[in-house]
T-cell receptor
Framework: GAGVSQSPSNKVTEKGKDVELRCDPI?????LYWYRQSLGQGLEFLIY????????KSGLPSDRFSAERTGGSVSTLTIQRTQQEDSAVYLC????????????FGPGTRLLVL | AQKVTQAQTEISVVEKEDVTLDCVYE???????LFWYKQPPSGELVFLIR??????QNEISGRYSWNFQKSTSSFNFTITASQVVDSAVYFC??????????FGTGTRLTVIP
């Protein structure tokens, strides 16, 4: 497809389990972002990848959160030992280049930790 | 520090009414970008507009218009003749030109038929 895609759309997991969320950015976009949107809140920046540069991890809330971007394309956000407060919508966005400011968002993954 | 404030949490209007969504921002940067995104019930954030800090021209796109005023640090969004399909959460955001988008907490617009 032409847009950013994310999978799964919904994920229900038990507290303490690990989860992996996937993002496929728009083809050719060099920048990729992960955000978290908690109920009724705005978007919280988590991590940013730009090309082959070291990622900006400044938004990750704890060391249970990590992300990888393989081959400059697909990214996986991993949450280890999930907690109930991790329940949120996780949104991925991509941007064509460092100098183009507009980010285009995927549909998100709704994560529920029981 | 960057900050975006959307004071209106929820707005309800009757179809065909005009509605303005407010956005006030704070930044110390001289170069920055402002955005509006729409988040319909499906959840996907849809890009509506981008404005850079050097361009204060107001913009109109169909029923949508944006009023950017640096003097009051505001970037307000008006929907003319609202329609039910306009019902969504609207986010204003600020980019510091580095890595990040700073989002407001959103305004939920409900258009009643």
């Amino acid at each position: 497809g032409a847009g950013v895609s994310q999978s799964p759309s919904n994920k229900v997991t038990e507290k303490g389990k690990d989860v992996e969320l996937r993002c496929d950015p728009i083809s050719g976009h060099t920048a990729l972002y992960w955000y978290r949107q908690s109920l009724g809140q705005g978007l919280e920046f988590l991590i940013y990848f730009q090309g082959n540069s070291a990622p900006d991890k400044s938004g990750l809330p704890s060391d249970r959160f990590s992300a990888e971007r393989t081959g400059g394309s697909v990214s996986t956000l991993t949450i280890q030992r999930t907690q109930q407060e991790d329940s949120a919508v996780y949104l991925c966005a991509s941007r064509i280049s460092r100098t183009e400011e507009t980010q285009y968002f995927g549909p998100g993954t709704r994560l529920l930790v029981l | 520090a960057q900050k975006v404030t959307q004071a209106q949490t929820e707005i309800s209007v009757v179809e065909k009414e005009d509605v303005t969504l407010d956005c006030v921002y704070e930044t110390r940067d001289t170069t920055y970008y402002l955005f509006w995104y729409k988040q319909p019930p499906s959840g996907e954030l849809v890009f509506l507009i981008r404005r850079n800090s050097f361009d204060e021209q107001n913009e109109i796109s169909g029923r949508y218009s944006w009023n950017f005023q640096k003097s009051t640090s505001s970037f307000n969004f008006t929907i003319t003749a609202s329609q039910v399909v306009d019902s969504a959460v609207y986010f204003c955001a600020l980019s510091d030109g580095a890595n990040n988008l700073f989002f407001g907490t959103g305004t939920r617009l409900t258009v009643i038929p």
